[in-house]
């Protein structure tokens, strides 16, 4: 059983950037492709990035330029490195790994409780 606890989330002006993490228990994180999702109230829990668990990524067009998805497989972290945020940025983030790389929440098999990324005008 792996369990993912996010952090880092806050309270940034637009322009500002921001990390979150996605810390992971357990020995097999290494072997894991991990997913960055997020959710606004009131909408479905949208794709953000993900990495596979040779490194490679993938990116919301949207995102693509001012976000970084990476992982430190010692720490058994991963992170989500935000740039230039923008208010529509706004939401709860959520992290979650699996063998199975995917843009689809129901496609991992561990899934974080999620942190709030709030970005003001």
């Known amino acids: 059983q792996v369990q993912l606890v996010e952090s880092g989330g806050g309270l940034v002006q637009a322009g500002d950037s921001l990390r979150v993490s996605c810390t992971a228990s357990g020995r097999t994180f290494s072997t894991y492709a991990v997913g960055w999702f997020r959710q606004v109230p009131g909408k479905e829990r949208e794709f953000v990035a993900a990495?596979?668990?040779?490194?490679?990524?993938y990116y919301l067009d949207s995102v693509k330029g001012r976000f970084t998805i990476s992982r430190d497989n010692a720490e058994n972290t991963a992170y989500l490195q935000m740039n230039s945020l923008k208010p529509e940025d706004t939401a709860v983030y959520f992290c979650?790994?699996?063998?199975?790389?995917?843009?689809?929440?129901?496609?991992?098999?561990?899934r974080g409780q999620g942190t709030q990324v709030t970005v003001s005008s």
């Open positions: 979650a790994a699996g063998p199975v790389l995917g843009t689809t929440w129901s496609m991992y098999m561990y």
């Open positions: 990495i596979n668990r040779y490194g490679n990524t």
